[in-house]
């Protein structure tokens, strides 16, 4: 059995996560602020063996009634609003760059990435495009460090329908996917709608990757393709709720594209129709990688993308994770399911590393 692992985390909110007043560089059980109790701190990714992550530039896009209020949140289509919400994320991201705690992430396909480790590689991974006030922004993102895009989060984003929409891209989106492109910019499907995910996959051949998805045939009941109502296959409003799983048809093209999706920690995407504090268990979450894989045809389209307590705590993760230094036990599952070491390694660091062009001697 493989112990300890190097692993790469796809999807953590920290920066979020200490606008909520979280001591980052804490134990969790010593850190403050929401989402109690606490899974994720700098500190505590040390100690699991996490060395390089996806971070994000969270921001919520809020309406007169909603009860979400913080730094993170701008009223709805409020460009101006959105970019200092988002700028305010990135200049953390920078500080702790500069103060030596991070190390920033070139990329996809830049070249000399160093082979040790220092501190946490971390990319910055921008969840909805809103903070781009246009696609003439891009540039300037990219050059601070943006290296992954999700263009909208649930709700309508001026680029994109999220998954708590019918709605697809806006014409903002459809002119900022040739810039991404040309700029080496991944595109993120987690949180769009069918509509926007079926669009940008014919708008683009680039890799996709889903940073923290998991299985729309598990969270289904076994519904694992995409409906023939709606129009164009798209889900009628009745099963929203399911756009935020991946159905089998968009797990195959991101595979065939070279992408990787992310397993999601959250319990609520994990199994579906728990109990109010019920907790699924390791093994519920690992059918969801298997379910990839099975679709993938391989074991190199999946790595672990947890989205660890971002606006959750630790009793929303599976029954035995309750901070990254208990992700071994997802290796552990894995090894008794016949897992050759290989693929476990590839599965908590080899497959997103090979993705983004890391090469390290750990």
Same mark, same amino acid.
């Given at each position: 059995?493989?112990?300890?692992?190097?692993?790469?985390?796809?999807?953590?909110?920290?920066?979020?996560?200490?606008?909520?007043?979280?001591?980052?560089?804490?134990?969790?059980?010593?850190?403050?602020?929401?989402?109690?109790?606490?899974?994720?701190?700098?500190?505590?990714?040390?100690?699991?063996?996490?060395?390089?992550?996806?971070?994000?530039?969270?921001?919520?896009?809020?309406?007169?009634?909603?009860?979400?209020?913080?730094?993170?949140?701008?009223?709805?289509?409020?460009?101006?609003?959105?970019?200092?919400?988002?700028?305010?994320?990135?200049?953390?991201?920078?500080?702790?760059?500069?103060?030596?705690?991070?190390?920033?992430?070139?990329?996809?396909?830049?070249?000399?990435?160093?082979?040790?480790?220092?501190?946490?590689?971390?990319?910055?991974?921008?969840?909805?495009?809103?903070?781009?006030?246009?696609?003439?922004?891009?540039? $300037? $993102?990219?050059?601070? &460090?943006?290296?992954?895009?999700?263009?909208?989060?649930w709700h309508q984003s001026r680029y994109a329908g999220g998954n708590g929409v019918e709605t697809g891209l806006t014409d903002?989106?459809?002119?900022?996917?040739?810039?991404?492109?040309?700029?080496?910019?991944?595109?993120?499907?987690?949180?769009?709608?069918?509509?926007?995910?079926?669009?940008?996959?014919?708008?683009?051949?680039?890799?996709?990757?889903?940073?923290?998805?998991?299985?729309?045939?598990?969270?289904?009941?076994?519904?694992?393709?995409?409906?023939?109502?709606?129009?164009?296959?798209?889900?009628?409003?009745?099963?929203?709720?399911?756009?935020?799983?991946?159905?089998?048809?968009?797990?195959?093209?991101?595979?065939?594209?070279?992408?990787?999706?992310?397993?999601?920690?959250?319990?609520?995407?994990?199994?579906?129709?728990?109990?109010?504090?019920?907790?699924?268990t390791i093994d519920d979450a690992i059918a969801h990688v298997e379910h990839v894989c099975e679709i993938a045809g391989h074991r190199h389209a999946v790595g672990?993308?947890?989205?660890?307590?971002?606006?959750?705590?630790?009793?929303?993760?599976?029954?035995?994770?309750?901070?990254?230094?208990?992700?071994?036990?997802?290796?552990?599952?894995?090894?008794?399911?016949?897992?050759?070491?290989?693929?476990?390694?590839?599965?908590? $660091? &080899?497959?997103?590393?090979?993705? $983004?062009?890391?090469?390290?001697?750990?």
């Open positions: 059995m493989l112990s300890s692992p190097a692993w790469f985390d796809a999807h953590l909110d920290l920066a979020y996560l200490a606008e909520c007043g979280r001591d980052m560089h804490a134990d969790p059980a010593d850190a403050r602020g929401r989402h109690q109790p606490a899974a994720v701190t700098l500190a505590s990714l040390v100690e699991g063996r996490v060395r390089a992550v996806l971070a994000t530039i969270f921001t919520q896009a809020v309406t007169e009634g909603d009860d979400e209020t913080g730094a993170h949140t701008y009223a709805l289509g409020d460009a101006e609003a959105a970019h200092t919400a988002g700028h305010r994320q990135l200049k953390l991201y920078h500080a702790w760059r500069d103060a030596g705690i991070i190390e920033l992430m070139p990329r996809r396909g830049a070249v000399g990435q160093a082979s040790s480790l220092p501190s946490l590689l971390t990319g910055i991974l921008m969840e909805c495009a809103d903070p781009i006030r246009s696609p003439d922004d891009l540039d $300037w $993102w990219a050059e601070q &460090g943006v290296v992954a895009i999700g263009m909208a989060w903002l989106g459809r002119e900022l996917i040739p810039r991404m492109d040309a700029l080496g910019i991944v595109h993120d499907a987690s949180h769009l709608s069918d509509a926007s995910l079926s669009e940008l996959f014919e708008r683009t051949d680039a890799p996709v990757v889903a940073t923290h998805s998991n299985s729309r045939a598990i969270m289904s009941g076994g519904a694992g393709t995409l409906p023939a109502s709606g129009g164009g296959g798209i889900l009628p409003a009745s099963d929203l709720a399911l756009q935020r799983h991946i159905p089998d048809e968009f797990i195959a093209e991101i595979a065939r594209r070279g992408g990787i999706i992310g397993l999601n920690l959250y319990r609520r995407f994990i199994k579906p129709d728990l109990g109010a504090t019920e907790r699924p672990l993308g947890s989205d660890m307590d971002g606006g959750l705590t630790a009793n929303d993760l599976p029954d035995g994770i309750d901070r990254p230094a208990d992700l071994v036990r997802l290796a552990d599952a894995l090894s008794a399911r016949g897992w050759s070491d290989d693929d476990v390694r590839d599965f908590a $660091w &080899g497959n997103w590393a090979r993705f $983004w062009g890391i090469v390290t001697s750990d």
